[in-house]
């Protein structure tokens, strides 16, 4: 039979004893009595046409009660296997005409494949193989053979690798003869120690996805979830995120923390930040100099007891001397920092909200 078998053993039914058969049918070399039964199994790359398994049938004739079956390289398949055997139709013989065949391995993510060609040749330029990177459909082309020249190896970084061969209406060839390994790709850099942030999941492989999550006081700078890219240069599909104290903003959570413009860093100079609290009505707001080191009188912090400028002043804070807490009597209040030319700080203040029962 063509495309050779491999060793396989079958059992006699009459004896008990079990027989094996060889590679080669013209080579068995063994007696094989009535109920005797043999099975056949393909080489990686061919499929086998006719029954698996065959029974010797009594009679004043013997034969099998089907026809031996062959093993032939089909056109096109669909392999799932860590290792496999990609041939060309009819392989080792000459491929046929007007041919357009498709392979797919696809393996679990994270695994890509290495190439090795042990055979190629085709019509040059006329019939010629694709490999593409993904789906026949989606996929990107990362290479395409043709001609007698066997093709070094090559890697291929997607879980899913396709192949199509394409042959015109003249001269064949032998075709070819690839066997190919799964490898497991290499994970995208760790994102971790994440600043003023978490970073959500821990498994930084190819296709896999994670997220980012800043801590109270911080907001983030960049796509909130990142997933890694396949391809050579093992890389996240945008720059990691970083968590940052901003220069004001809008806050309506019940209790919080506003930190200095790019704080644990010194602030800047030349700031003029605002931070609008808002919490619902009935209620009014404690704020809490948790830590306050800026120049004193020309970097400070003012504290109004409403939503604007124009509300009543609680007060006005700077240097490094402990603060009280203040409270406003209204559900809103804003807060700005100025800072000048020269000499930095930092500040950290908290807030919470508690029952206002002063009439609004």
Not at 154 to 182: R, V, W
Not at 209 to 220: A, V
Request: with cysteine; charged share 10%; net charge negative.
């Amino acid at each position: 039979p063509t495309g050779g078998f491999s060793p396989r053993t079958g059992l006699d039914t009459s004896n008990n004893i079990y027989l094996t058969f060889q590679s080669d049918i013209s080579n068995v070399g063994q007696r094989f009595t009535v109920g005797d039964m043999v099975s056949f199994q393909c080489d990686q790359g061919y499929s086998l046409k006719g029954n698996e398994y065959i029974t010797c049938m009594p009679g004043p004739v013997r034969r099998w009660n089907y026809p031996v079956p062959l093993c032939l390289a089909q056109c096109g398949g669909s392999m799932t296997d860590f290792s496999g055997v990609i041939l060309s139709p009819g392989f080792p013989g000459n491929y046929l005409s007007s041919l357009d065949c498709s392979w797919s391995v696809q393996l679990p993510v994270g695994f890509g494949i290495h190439l090795q060609f042990l055979n190629f040749s085709t019509e040059a330029v006329h019939d010629y193989l694709e490999v593409l990177s993904g789906s026949l459909e989606t996929g990107s082309v990362i290479d395409r053979f043709s001609g007698s020249v066997v093709p070094g190896s090559l890697f291929s970084t997607t879980h899913e690798t396709s192949f199509l061969f394409h042959s015109d209406y003249s001269q064949n060839k032998p075709g070819f003869h690839i066997i190919y390994e799964a490898y497991e790709l290499q994970r995208c850099p760790d994102p971790r120690p994440f600043r003023n942030g978490v970073v959500i999941g821990r498994d930084f492989g190819v296709g896999l996805t994670i997220s980012f999550e800043c801590l109270p006081g911080y907001t983030l700078i960049g796509e909130v979830s990142l997933t890694c890219l396949h391809g050579v240069s093992r890389n996240w599909n945008y720059p990691v995120p970083c968590c940052e104290a901003q220069c004001g903003g809008n806050i309506t959570s019940l209790n919080g923390t506003i930190y200095s413009p790019d704080h644990p860093a010194e602030y800047p100079n030349f700031q003029d930040c605002l931070w609008s609290v808002r919490v619902p009505p009935g209620n009014g707001i404690c704020i809490n100099f948790t830590v306050l080191n800026t120049e004193p009188i020309y970097d400070y912090i003012t504290v109004w007891d409403g939503p604007d400028q124009g509300s009543p002043q609680i007060g006005q804070f700077s240097g490094n001397t402990p603060q009280k807490e203040v409270y406003t009597t209204a559900n809103h209040v804003l807060i700005k920092f100025h800072s000048d030319f020269s000499t930095s700080g930092f500040f950290v203040l908290s807030y919470h909200v508690f029952m206002n029962l002063l009439p609004s």
